[in-house]
T-cell receptor, first 113, second 116 residues
Framework: GQQLNQSPQSMFIQEGEDVSMNCTSS?????WLWYKQDPGEGPVLLIA?????ELTSNGRLTAQFGITRKDSFLNISASIPSDVGIYFC?????????????FGTGTQLKVEL | GAVVSQHPSRVICKSGTSVKIECRSL??????MFWYRQFPKQSLMLMAT?????????EQGVEKDKFLINHASLTLSTLTVTSAHPEDSSFYIC????????????FGEGSRLTVL
């Protein structure tokens, strides 16, 4: 089945720094989604991407749908303590089941004050 | 406010007992809901698709007799872990599509099951 690998696995950054993380797949996707999960809670949708090459922002977050359709990137500018959490990329299968998401391995973000 | 609500948020049970977890869509009707399982420090794995008024569809490797899913109304899906064992201890999360087939989901708060 589809596998989504995220890197880095975890990162420890200073408050105010910019953050970059990526997600790669062995197969193509038509949709890329980025979710954030706080400890002990369900994920929350951050950004959705529907077109190869698309660049979308949501506040301090910017995500891009890779041209090859096999990767996506998420950037967070000027990180703050509440950015702490696990960031997951996700995508549905190419054929049917647009809401049946495969989730990536996750990137855990920790922010130092 | 919450769009999807799960109950209970935490449950501890003895091995061999059954546990029911409820997932409610608060703001809109959902003909489809999704159940995920997440082990510590791991990603979310889709277990099954809950279909209102019909049988759930299970992902490969998920035992349908072990994880009973009922979706009797447009706002409620339940997951029952039958004859629970310690290896069933996990974080179970349900989700509801926002609209259409976009992949944009609302997730519940999750239910942490610990089987002793």
């Amino acid at each position: 089945g589809q596998q989504l690998n995220q890197s880095p696995q975890s990162m420890f950054i200073q408050e105010g720094e910019d953050v970059s993380m990526n997600c790669t797949s062995s197969s193509i996707f038509n949709t890329w989604l980025w979710y954030k999960q706080d400890p002990g809670e369900g994920p929350v949708l951050l950004i959705a991407l529907y077109k190869a090459g698309e660049l979308t922002s949501n506040g301090r977050l910017t995500a891009q749908f890779g041209i090859t359709r096999k990767d996506s990137f998420l950037n967070i500018s000027a990180s703050i303590p509440s950015d702490v959490g696990i960031y997951f990329c996700a995508g549905p299968p190419i054929t049917g089941g647009g809401n049946k998401l495969t989730f990536g391995t996750g990137t855990q973000l920790k922010v130092e004050l | 406010g919450a769009v999807v609500s799960q109950h209970p948020s935490r449950v501890i049970c003895k091995s061999g007992t059954s546990v029911k977890i409820e997932c409610r869509s608060l703001d809109f009707q959902a003909t489809t809901m999704f159940w995920y399982r997440q082990f510590p420090k791991q990603s979310l794995m889709l277990m099954a698709t809950s279909n209102e008024g019909s049988k759930a569809t299970y992902e490969q490797g998920v035992e349908k007799d072990k994880f009973l899913i009922n979706h009797a109304s447009l706002t409620l899906s339940t997951l029952t872990v039958t004859s629970a064992h310690p290896e069933d201890s996990s974080f179970y999360i349900c989700s509801v599509p926002t609209s259409g087939n976009t992949g944009e989901l609302f997730f519940g708060e999750g239910s942490r099951l610990t089987v002793l």
